[in-house]
């Protein structure tokens, strides 16, 4: 069979996965063993019910400290015509769990009776007095635990497939039991390769790569419930990946071959596990997670073949591979119930497109606003694990559809508890690195900030929308030099809001490190050998860019470059530091960020757009004390190229 296999769906894809499996009689337990009830059977999946071998309590025991006695004897009791009981005969001390004597049908709390002497006085000897007297009749069974209250011998504890949780084990400890027996962990091997990687800790250059998705990918192999071990890395030599495949074979249950992101990894991959077995999958139509192969290959004693799957070398393809093929596998190993993230429909706060081809994954934060949860797209490259970390869920755009447009209902699947949503806030607009700040904070007052950055304008209209929570807005009117209010009078008509001071930011060029192409001022953007990076359409910083660049009679196609765009100042001081361009505006604490330089041109309003339906709601109460905090203030005044004595401050209320 060709190594060079074109893409299939992922159903198909899975199909064929499941088929070999089980040819080599692999899709089902691996294996299992007998553990000793501890805490190190914590997370374990369970090979065998657990029926419980005795009854919980195994006898009648006293719910409290007090006397057993025999509810009949107290019939008639009352506060005015006491009742004595002999100790011994009628009653008898106990502590709570003790069992009962065979007579006795119910316990009086200690401090419920009155200890006498055998003359009739009070007694200080609580425990053994000669007598009782007691004020109140009690029920049969009150105050006891009868045998079987909690597990009955014979009753099913646990099922089979259970993972096992920590007051489990103490249930079947209960239940008579030392020993269980569990499905074995699977054993993953993760080998990572390319010329190109270099392990964490190591000096690094330009075309290196800090190699850290076989962490990711082990941690993930781990929270399925398998056993992950990372290999070295291992260079892009055929004839060594081979042999370290070869040899991973003979001790693991799957091979996680981890390509490089060179030109032609994947095709290298594939043509080592077709050299020790077959490729049965090269390519599957996803995305992220193109280049997907799925293999079988020999051990080195050719005794059994071993699934091997090589997995992309992007780290968001890498992540997504695992959990969309791996973790199906593992749990049919390991005996369990296929585990389902919760759903939740939202709606869409941007329009995406995706290749019609491809079931497309799309990462997201979500945030309930009024009645309805929207989800704002993250960034989509395959290469951005940050969208992982950020990602409150994904949606699938399955394939033969071109995207979603902005409003439509989708289904997300969500990686945080719903509870999480319920207390986010969600802010879309103007990107601005002090929010991640904020964000902090707000975190400590058990609140949450998400930000999606689509430019001040988005940032209004998603508002008008009923999209988010707030907007962070610096949008200048050219004809007043008036910042904000303008806009949300003309993009905001008839809603109520308000305009809360944030920060005056200082924007510049961000450039490189000593200025190497001695760039002074916007007049410099139009020299030939100059290449600027500019910021979206809508965004804040595009509307000053334009403002003044026709204040200064600079005509923008004479700038090479301006039609590139970038959603955030840090994108935009990235490709400063990439040198895929020569400069860009932007603010100062981006290029602080990556160790650039810095022109200051401009300074700026940045404020926060609120509607009155959340400006005094309980849910923005974490942000509105973080606003007046005076840790967070000082936190934020050490950021280079601001000056936030705005912070909180009212500005405006806005009606029409």
Known sequence: MSVYLQDIPVEEAVKLLQ??????DLWGVLGIETIPVDENALGRVLAEPIWAAISSPHYHSAAMDGFAVHSSKTEGATLTQPLELAVGEGAVYVDTGDPLPDWADAVIPIEQVEPLTPDGKLSQEIRHPSSIRIRSAIVPWQNIRPMGEDIVATQLVLPSGHILRAFDLGAIAASGWSEIKVTRKPRVAIIPTGDELVSIGSPIKPGDIIEYNSIVLAAQIRSYGGEARRYPIVKDNFTEIQQVVKAAAGMHDLILLNAGSSAGAEDFSAAVIQSLGEVFVHGIAVRPGHPVIMGMVKDNGNTKKVPIIGVPGYPVSAALTNEIFIKPILERWLGMHPAENPQIEAVMTKKITSPAGDDDYIRVVVGKVGERVCAAPLSRGAGVITSLTQADGLIVVPRGTQGVEAGEKVKVNLLRPVSQ????????????????????????????????????????????????????????????????????????????VYLIGFALRTQGLIVLPGNPDNINSLEDLVRPDI?????????????????????????????????????THLAVAAA??????????????????????????FQEEYDLVIPAVYYESPLLKPLMETLVDEEFRKQVQQLPGYDFSPIGKFLAHITS
Not at 537 to 543: E, K, L, Q, Y
Not at 592 to 598: M, R, Y
């Open 531 to 567: 290449t600027f990076i500019n910021r979206q359409s809508g965004a804040g910083t595009r509307v000053l860019l334009d403002y003044e660049l026709k204040k200064g009679g600079i005509d923008p196609r004479s700038i090479k470059g301006y039609d590139r765009q970038e959603f």
């Open 576 to 601: 400063v530091a990439s040198k895929r361009a020569s400069c860009g505006l932007g603010i100062a604490a981006a290029a602080q960020a990556l160790g650039l330089d810095f022109i200051p041109l």
């Open 19 to 24: 088929q070999k499996l089980t040819e080599q």
């Open 421 to 496: 949503i319920d207390r986010t806030i969600l802010a879309i607009g103007s990107h601005d690195v002090s929010l991640d700040v904020l964000a902090q904070y707000v975190a400590k007052r058990n609140g949450r900030l998400v930000s999606a950055n689509v430019g001040s304008l988005g940032g209004l209209i998603a508002l008008k929308r009923g999209e988010a929570h707030l907007a962070g807005s610096h949008l200048l009117e050219p004809e007043t030099g008036i910042y904000n209010i303008p806009y949300i009078k003309q993009y905001l008509s008839g809603m109520e």
